[in-house]
């Protein structure tokens, strides 16, 4: 049974050292990989590849539209393109390249969502990136990938040079315990099980899914058996696995840093709406409703109610135990 | 929403008319004296919220003091008031000195700035028109207020209120597209009352502009999107006053601010890494003296 402990003190990463190692790794072995930004060689982490790779990273200024559209042309030539930007300049300023170059052209370009959720904190609601999964996920064709810490985010790199398709990676900053092995790999389209469970189960995603597991180790002192499903994956979305979840387990609880209009609950939410009278479990969706107030990451995470206390507290909730 | 600081808002009033009144000699010596405070409020806010963009805000100081003490018709006691002259920071990673320059001003008590980037302040990394008066648009994405502007001076224009619009973006910023949309608006429209400075440091956020996506010939290229374009230091008082005068052919005007970044503090000036460092106790220290 998988049991996935993750102490509450256990020491934090930020992923873009993963994936800039990982990046220049398959870099020297395939001489397709290459790398485009916005100014952003630093908050990127490409600072090495660079380095190593002078030629193969493309620095277009700060100018994100032309910087998708360069990525699909590159894709285009028979290239791997990993464009590398701030997630909200990335995505919200160049969506409709994303949505027509990429998505909808099926050009093969990585799209790496960098420092994306609340990681910029203070910095506030135009450098935050809480809309991407509602954004993104309207888009057809388009992978969306949230690894939850170091080792996933390897692996989203590795998945996009070994199959590479349309996809959008969100590149984590906010600093996270290790929730897997080293060299995990991530199946394309399906969740992680972090915790087996039977009373309820809890689906979070990227830096919510340390926290959810966190909540499952204090809900079993309490004597409720909570599932943790990581959604590694938001599409192609793993509707066996909610379904299983509604069909198995009592309720549904999910944590993501994004806005709950459109994002990972929703999408749960309208697997769950659809199923069979009897399978249709009760839920609850944790998440941003409205722009952040000042605040650094972790006083926001708290405001907004997504620490693992708060997800605890939804469960007793949902299973009346409160 | 904060609201004015009278007594502020009359030192400030007397102020504006003493430059205003004054030779170029006692004009730029006053200036210098309120860029050098708003500075080191610049430096004492970013210094304690552990955060902030020194350089670009040392670059613009200048620039916003010659703004709001000697060129434009503002009220700090009435912020949104129909006739006024406006003012956006499209390089809103600069609102460090915005807010200086803002509380100076008298839109909010000096006090404020203490809670810079706090939790639940109003001062926030990026400026936001909800939550802080004399804030036009909300910036930060750049390459946003360029746009804003033009659709603020058609506004004026519509409205026959006489308002001038006065737009600073950064130079890297102007590798955007969005700036260019802006400007081939801006001249089609004929927008006179549209004054646009470019912050001309040099730097962006990783390496200069030049080696990054080169803007030169900035004056001929904005030249040849109709502007009338004026190039100046950004650091003379004086020609900056000069340089803000309305236009004088019809088109609206381009200042090309030639500026430091990082001005007035020796080991910041003209430095790439400077763009968003944060300067240590003793740093913070000796800038301090630098600026007094
Ligand atoms: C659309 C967008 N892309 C990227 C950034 C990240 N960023 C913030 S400041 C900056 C550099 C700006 O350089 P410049 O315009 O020259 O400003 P200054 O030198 O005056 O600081 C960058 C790339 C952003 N804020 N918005
Ligand atoms: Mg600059």
């Not at chain 1, 509450?8 to 290459?34: G, M, Y």
């Not at chain 1, 009897?278 to 109610?305: E, N, Q, W, Y």
């Not at chain 2, 200036?31 to 613009?60: C, N, P, W, Y």
């Not at chain 2, 912050?199 to 502009?209: E, I, S």
Request: glycine share 8%; proline share 4%.
């Amino acid at each position: 049974m998988t049991t996935t402990t993750v102490l509450t003190d256990a020491p934090t990463f930020d992923n873009r050292q993963d994936f800039a190692d990982e990046l220049i790794a398959l870099a020297r072995t395939n001489d397709k990989v290459v790398a485009v930004c916005n100014d952003s060689v630093g908050s990127s982490n490409l600072t090495k590849f660079r380095d190593e790779f002078p030629d193969r990273l493309i620095n277009v200024g700060i100018a994100e539209q032309n910087m998708v559209g360069v990525g699909a042309g590159l894709a285009n030539a028979g290239l791997i393109p990993f464009v590398c930007a701030a997630g909200p300049f990335l995505t919200g300023r160049s969506l409709e390249q994303i949505k027509a170059d990429v998505a909808y052209s099926q050009h093969n370009v990585i799209l790496c969502g960098m420092s994306p959720g609340m990681a910029y904190g203070e910095l506030g609601p135009t450098h935050h990136s809480v809309e991407d999964f509602s954004w993104l996920r309207a888009l057809p064709g388009l992978d969306i990938v949230v690894p939850a810490d170091g080792a996933q985010t390897r692996a989203a790199v590795r998945n996009a040079v070994a199959d590479p398709r349309p996809t959008y990676i969100r590149v984590g900053r906010f600093k996270v315990p290790h929730v897997s092995e080293d060299n995990v790999g991530l199946e394309r389209g399906k969740f992680v099980v972090a915790r087996e469970g039977s009373d309820l189960t809890i689906i979070a995603t990227g830096t919510e899914v340390s926290r959810a597991l966190w909540a499952a180790a204090s809900l079993a002192a309490e004597g409720v058996s909570a599932r943790v499903l990581n959604a590694a994956y938001l599409s192609p979305l793993d509707e066996d696995a909610i379904k299983d979840a509604a069909r198995q387990t009592g309720a549904i609880i999910t944590a993501e840093e994004a806005n709950v209009a459109g994002g990972l609950g929703a999408a749960v939410a309208s697997v769950v709406g659809q199923l069979e009278d009897g399978a249709r479990v009760p839920m609850r969706i944790l998440g941003l409703k409205h722009f952040a107030p000042t605040g650094s990451t972790a006083f926001l995470l708290d405001h907004f109610g997504l620490t693992a206390d708060h997800i605890s507290a939804a469960a007793r909730e949902v299973l009346h135990r409160d | 929403m904060l609201t004015a600081d009278a007594s502020q808002a009359a030192a400030w009033r007397s102020l504006r008319q003493e430059v205003l009144d004054g030779d170029p000699a006692t004009r730029a010596a006053k200036l210098h004296e309120r860029a050098q405070a708003t500075r080191r409020s610049i430096l004492k806010m970013i210094s304690d919220a552990g955060q902030g963009h020194i350089g670009g805000d040392f670059s613009v100081t200048d620039i916003l003091t010659v703004l709001f003490d000697a060129v434009m018709d503002v009220d700090p006691e009435d912020p949104r008031k129909e006739d006024r002259d406006h003012f956006i920071l499209s390089k809103g990673h600069c609102a460090g000195a915005l807010y200086s320059t803002l509380a100076h001003t008298g839109f909010f008590p000096v006090s404020e700035l203490d809670t810079f980037m706090a939790p639940l302040s109003a001062l926030n990394g990026h400026p936001n028109r909800v939550k802080v008066p004399g804030v036009e648009t909300n910036t930060g994405p750049l390459g946003h207020g360029l746009p804003v502007a033009v659709g603020t001076a058609i506004g004026a224009k519509l409205l026959k209120s006489g308002s001038r619009v006065f737009v600073v973006t950064g130079d890297g910023e102007m590798q955007e597209g969005s700036n260019w949309e802006a400007l081939m608006s801006a001249s089609h429209q004929k927008l006179d009352n549209l004054t646009v400075i470019v912050d001309r440091n040099r730097l962006q956020q990783g390496a200069r502009t030049e080696e990054t996506n080169g803007l030169d010939p900035l004056d001929a290229r904005l030249a040849a999107f109709g502007m009338e374009v004026r190039v100046v230091d950004g650091h003379n008082y004086n020609d900056l006053i000069e340089a803000m005068s309305p236009s004088t052919t019809g088109s609206p005007v381009a200042v090309i601010a030639n500026t430091i970044k990082g001005k007035g503090v020796s080991f910041i000036e003209d430095r790439v890494e400077w763009h968003h460092k944060v300067p240590s106790k003793e740093q913070t220290l000796q800038a301090f003296q630098e600026l007094s």
